[in-house]
């Protein structure tokens, strides 16, 4: 199993704390409201996935938990952290992978990956062997030292995800991290993740396959129009709508049907 | 659909693409800008009658025949605009190449690609002579007003330089293709365009300081040695001098030997573009491979991204052409240090402001790259380093960079004219400074690749950073010729990036 404790103090890690992310009156407004007075918790140590259809405001949700774009209200912890008025300590524990991987062209993985160690402040000790541990089991072995200019999408993709990897996060935030990748590479992304929740980190990643979601989340969470709509374990999800031995996906679609007729 | 028809479609559709992409570089990419960029380059052309008139007003009463020493001034100014449509036609032939996004479709449809491809060359020689056209109008312009209309033959001259430039250009992007591989004709044609653009001045510079100590490139076109190797007064180099004069049989010929030229290129590569955008498509990215230890090195987070800025600086084509020209341009002045340092002429002066002048334009090209042009926004926005320290670790890195490029021309400035080189490094340090800060205050989120077109992302920026140099490098002069003078220009350099800070736009 994958084990690179850099970013960890020691046994603290494992003790139960506060949730990993609490989100309260989560608010934005662009041309109209993105996202109206969300409310969302996500347990430490678990798998958590955000569906919703294409516009919904999943993107704009966690992009507001990474720092990338400032509410217009609400609050926003991660792990105690309040992630508004101490947004350096709490990136020190999360990390996010968007669905289009940002790297650069003329780094190779290892630099890529030895930038952003740097960045978290890891030990090069530390980091270079968890970069070489990360980037083979993504199978990128053969690629260490060649530039990414040259890689597929899915490659850059794993390259990213190794990334946010590399510096041991507590919260990973993913943004459609299977788009792109083919079925090995799926498969192995997948495995990745599930590895760090049961080592207790905690995962959020937004999804349109729904199969993922609900093979692979503790919990799901359904948004719709800037609202959460629905959340549980597939179980409850099934009991709030009176739907027993139904696919997510049905689940899914009467939710979002029903959000629709409503609004 | 016929075959007729159906290229005059593609020809349509190759020209709104080249229309879309200029206007695209005018705007900013920013739509609902049409009219403004229309009227701005109406404005633009009537502006330049001006400095037109201040430079060719005088030759407007010319007459055939010229003497040998105008002939070798007029031929030598019409291969200097050559070389620069030159230039900027193999940058375009390479985009083409490289950047569009159709060649697959086109490629993939039943159509005949050798034709479709001779509509694409015959579309950049169209674009290369229309741009080269709207440059040159102000000037002939002003020879028609002030000399006739004998006159409107140079803008016949205008259009066979561009066709025959353009034709050159899809030649020796395609051979070069041939010979060293799409992989490296990218990088090398981007180095090409830079040196054929300022080559052909900086060379007359250098032959002008070697010769007569100054930096004037007329001092050798106008000499006797010129005048006494130039060919008879009938010789086939005369032709392009002759035809702008209004020579009717010189411009036929030369408008007939352009369009042979270009229907040679269309019809001996057109068969073979395909095969070119195939192999350009198929590499993509090069694979390059980075040899050298792994080892992941320590330090404080700055220095991560301090790190991280030199490689990618390092191994940025478009930078180390930029750089190249740069660096050209100090050549001249370079020369005119080595020769000036035993006789302590007062020529040396002018190495000041050049020096300057190109710090302040290098620093503003680092620093959009190093500031705006971040790959990786999202990853640098949630790293744990506050976005003053990310800025500051990105200044840091760009004034290194001036400093490292610079340093060497300034102690050679020492040994020769202490005082002199420390107005210079001043002036260096300012100028710098300046335009980073500009480019700091106007930042955007962009890609590296989009370099080219940095300065559509805010007009204001581009022209604040340009008037910031020229300002520092005449302040450099001055407080060397005319100290007094000098605080007055200083002030003004200043005002105008003071003004230029109070217009940018606010930020949390």
Not at chain 1, 167 to 182: A, K, S
Not at chain 2, 148 to 176: D, E, K, M, N
Not at chain 2, 296 to 325: C, N, Y
Not at chain 2, 445 to 454: D, L, N, T, V
């Amino acid at each position: 199993m994958f084990a690179c404790n850099a970013n960890r103090d020691g046994d603290d890690f494992m003790k139960p704390g506060p949730s990993a992310l609490e989100v309260r009156g989560l608010t934005k407004r662009f041309d109209r409201p993105a996202i109206d007075a969300l409310d969302l918790t996500v347990r430490a140590g678990e798998f958590y996935a955000l569906v919703g259809p294409n516009g919904a405001g999943k993107t704009t949700t966690l992009r507001m938990v990474a720092g990338l774009l400032r509410p217009d209200a609400g609050s926003v912890g991660i792990f105690g952290i309040d992630a508004l008025r101490e947004p350096v300590a709490a990136k020190q524990v999360m990390a996010w992978v968007s669905d289009e991987p940002m790297i650069y062209d003329k780094l190779t993985p290892l630099e890529y990956l030895e930038f952003v160690a740097g960045l978290w402040g890891i030990e090069p000790r530390i980091s270079q062997a968890c970069a070489h541990e990360l980037l083979g089991s993504l199978g990128l072995a053969p690629n260490l030292s060649e530039r990414c200019e040259g890689f597929s999408k899915g490659m850059r993709q794993k390259v990213a995800l190794a990334g946010a990897l590399v510096h041991d996060p507590r919260l990973i935030i993913l943004d459609e991290p299977l788009t792109g990748l083919d079925a090995v590479s799926a498969r192995h992304v997948k495995g990745l993740l599930g590895e760090r929740v049961r080592a207790g980190c905690t995962v959020i990643m937004t999804t349109h396959i729904l199969e993922v979601a609900e093979r692979m989340a503790d919990r799901i969470g359904v948004i719709a129009s800037g609202k959460l709509v629905a959340e549980g374990t597939l179980t409850e999800l099934r009991q709030q709508n009176g739907r027993t031995n139904t696919s997510l996906e049905d689940l899914f679609i009467a939710l979002v049907d029903v959000k629709a007729d409503a609004a | 659909m016929s075959s007729v028809t159906a290229l005059s479609w593609f020809a349509r559709h190759e020209l709104k693409l080249a229309w879309r992409d200029w206007l695209a570089m005018m705007t900013g990419g920013r739509r609902g800008r049409k009219r403004t960029a229309v009227v701005g380059l109406i404005l633009f052309a009537a502006v330049m009658h001006l400095p037109a008139w201040a430079v060719t007003g005088r030759f407007a009463n010319l007459q055939a025949p010229l003497d040998i020493s105008s002939l070798i001034v007029m031929t030598a100014t019409i291969f200097l605009a050559w070389a620069l449509m030159l230039s900027q036609a193999i940058e375009s032939v390479t985009r083409v190449f490289y950047a569009r996004a159709d060649l697959d479709l086109i490629m993939s449809s039943p159509a005949k690609l050798a034709n479709i491809f001779s509509i694409r060359i015959a579309a950049i020689a169209l674009v290369v002579t229309g741009m080269a056209l709207l440059f040159s109008t102000p000037f002939v312009d002003v020879l028609v007003l002030g000399g006739g209309a004998r006159w409107f033959s140079a803008f016949g001259v205008v259009i066979a330089v561009g066709i025959s430039a353009a034709a050159l250009a899809i030649a020796v992007t395609i051979a070069l293709f041939r010979l060293i591989g799409p992989a490296r004709t990218r990088l090398v044609a981007q180095v090409l365009a830079a040196i054929i653009g300022a080559g052909f001045v900086i060379a007359l510079q250098i032959a002008a300081i070697l010769s007569y100590g100054t930096l004037s490139r007329f001092a050798v076109l106008t000499s006797d040695a010129a005048a006494a190797y130039a060919p008879g007064a009938d010789s086939i180099v005369w032709w392009p001098a002759r035809a702008v004069l209004g020579d009717t049989e010189a411009l036929l010929l030369l408008l007939s030997a352009s369009l042979l030229l270009l229907g040679v290129v269309m019809a001996i590569f057109s068969p073979r573009f395909a095969d070119t955008a195939l192999s350009a498509a198929a590499q993509g990215a090069p694979r390059r491979w980075i040899r050298g230890a792994n080892a992941f090195r320590g330090g404080s987070r700055q220095q991560a991204m301090g790190r991280k800025e030199f490689v990618l600086l390092r191994r940025d084509p478009w930078l180390i052409s930029q750089t190249l020209m740069q660096l050209l341009y100090l050549v001249p002045p370079a020369v005119l240090l080595w020769r000036s340092f035993s006789d302590r002429s007062a020529a040396i002066m002018l190495v000041t402001p050049v020096i300057v002048m190109a710090a302040g334009q290098l620093a503003g090209g680092l620093a959009w790259l190093t500031i705006s042009g971040e790959d990786a926004a999202d990853l640098v926005a949630t790293a744990p380093l506050s976005r003053s320290r990310v800025i500051r670790a990105k200044i840091e890195v760009v004034l290194i960079a001036i400093g490292v490029i610079f340093a060497p021309l300034v102690m050679a400035l020492v040994l020769a004219a202490p005082l002199q080189a420390a107005v210079t490094a001043c002036g260096i340090m300012i100028g710098a400074a300046c335009a980073t800060a500009i480019q700091l205050w106007f930042r955007v989120q962009a890609k590296r690749s989009q370099f080219r077109r940095r300065q559509t992302s805010s007009r204001l920026a581009t022209f604040a950073e340009a008037f910031s140099s020229i300002g520092w490098a005449g302040t450099s002069v001055l407080a060397l010729s005319v100290p007094s003078a000098a605080v007055i220009s200083a002030l003004m350099t200043t005002a105008i990036v003071a003004v230029t800070w109070k217009l940018s736009p606010r930020r949390e």
